[in-house]
């Protein structure tokens, strides 16, 4: 069984920085990609970043949403177990639930979410 995990969530002020993690648990064999998702209330969720996995195509290849690119940046360990979503100069419209999602063999297993606030 696979359990995805965010973590790193919290309240922040405009202009500073946080870093999500995102640890997937359970036995795994080929992460085709991993991503990152935010939710903000009264709105749809939001696809930020995306990393390709092993074996695919442009292996470790990165896309962003253009409302964070040159913001965000999402990485992972070598082991495909842990991503990252880097997030510099925070802004009050990134305010949000951030979700984690791992396709693995071709299922989605997603996390419970990590609040992100950003207010003065």
């Known amino acids: 069984q696979v359990r995805v995990v965010e973590s790193g969530g919290g309240l922040v002020q405009p202009g500073e920085s946080l870093r999500l993690s995102c640890t997937v648990d359970g036995s795994i064999y080929v992460v085709r990609s991993m991503g990152w998702y935010r939710q903000a209330p009264g709105k749809q969720r939001e696809l930020l970043a995306t990393?390709?996995?092993?074996?695919?195509?442009?292996?470790?290849?990165?896309s962003y949403a253009d409302s964070v690119k040159g913001r965000f940046s999402i990485s992972r360990t070598s082991n495909w177990r842990t991503s990252f979503l880097q997030m510099n100069t925070l802004q009050l419209d990134d305010t949000a639930v951030y979700y984690c999602?791992?396709?693995?063999?071709?299922?989605?297993?997603w996390g419970q979410g990590t609040q992100v606030t950003v207010s003065s």
């Open positions: 999602n791992a396709n693995i063999r071709g299922t989605d297993y």
């Open positions: 990393i390709s996995g092993g074996g695919t195509p442009g292996n470790g290849a990165t």
